[in-house]
């Protein structure tokens, strides 16, 4: 019953900077909370423009990815209760190896953004190479999407972003695949 998260339509259709905290909020919280992060950022781009709703959903998805990533490296210990030593460290090197590229190229997609940051985590990969990561594989989400709700007279074009998110990702997947090819662990 927080008022905010029932309705937030009484914050976001203000246009001033409050509702663009608000979407950010919004955003962030998407790690702990179901809250559909593209319908946030196409109203980003819906109520300030292309720039700055993508500047607006570019922040707000860097900061759930810091917040899963935070999540994920406050419960390093938990996940060691659950899983073989072997198994965490050969998770490790999998993150080590492919983990700069996995967030890049999850970071537009639903759940699986969230899930690839807490994984990272636990990871012993570094906060700087992280968020590096994040930020620049929120880019083109932020952007499409802000871009979308900007000039969003019809839902075709909501559909017609997610899929070029959607292709964006897997394009950046495969050429991490042809640049790294899996090894045979035979």
């Given at each position: 019953n927080v008022p905010l998260l029932v309705d937030p339509s009484p914050w976001l259709n203000e246009r001033g900077w409050g509702a663009g905290a608000v979407g950010v909020l919004l955003l962030v919280v998407d790690v702990l909370l179901p809250v559909p992060s593209s319908v946030g950022m196409v109203a980003h781009g819906a109520r300030f423009?292309?720039?700055?709703?993508?500047?607006?959903s570019w922040l707000g998805s860097l900061g759930a990815f810091l917040v899963a990533f935070g999540v994920g490296r406050s419960g390093n210990?938990?996940?060691?209760r659950f899983v073989t030593p072997a198994e965490h460290e050969r998770a490790g090197r999998l993150l080590e190896r492919w983990g700069a590229l996995a967030i890049v190229a999850s970071r537009p997609l639903p759940l699986l953004a969230e899930t690839v940051a807490i994984l990272a985590g636990a990871s012993p990969m570094g906060w700087g190479q992280a968020g590096v990561a994040a930020a620049l594989g929120a880019v083109p989400a932020a952007f499409l999407y802000a871009l979308a709700g900007a000039t969003a007279a019809r839902a075709e074009m909501g559909l017609l972003v997610f899929g070029l998110v959607l292709l964006l990702s897997g394009a950046v997947w495969w050429l991490g695949r042809r640049r790294n090819p899996p090894r045979d662990t035979a």
């Amino acid at each position: 019953n927080v008022p905010l998260l029932v309705d937030p339509s009484p914050w976001l259709n203000e246009r001033g900077w409050g509702a663009g905290a608000v979407g950010v909020l919004l955003l962030v919280v998407d790690v702990l909370l179901p809250v559909p992060s593209s319908v946030g950022m196409v109203a980003h781009g819906a109520r300030f423009g292309v720039w700055t709703g993508a500047l607006l959903s570019w922040l707000g998805s860097l900061g759930a990815f810091l917040v899963a990533f935070g999540v994920g490296r406050s419960g390093n210990q938990a996940i060691r209760r659950f899983v073989t030593p072997a198994e965490h460290e050969r998770a490790g090197r999998l993150l080590e190896r492919w983990g700069a590229l996995a967030i890049v190229a999850s970071r537009p997609l639903p759940l699986l953004a969230e899930t690839v940051a807490i994984l990272a985590g636990a990871s012993p990969m570094g906060w700087g190479q992280a968020g590096v990561a994040a930020a620049l594989g929120a880019v083109p989400a932020a952007f499409l999407y802000a871009l979308a709700g900007a000039t969003a007279a019809r839902a075709e074009m909501g559909l017609l972003v997610f899929g070029l998110v959607l292709l964006l990702s897997g394009a950046v997947w495969w050429l991490g695949r042809r640049r790294n090819p899996p090894r045979d662990t035979a």
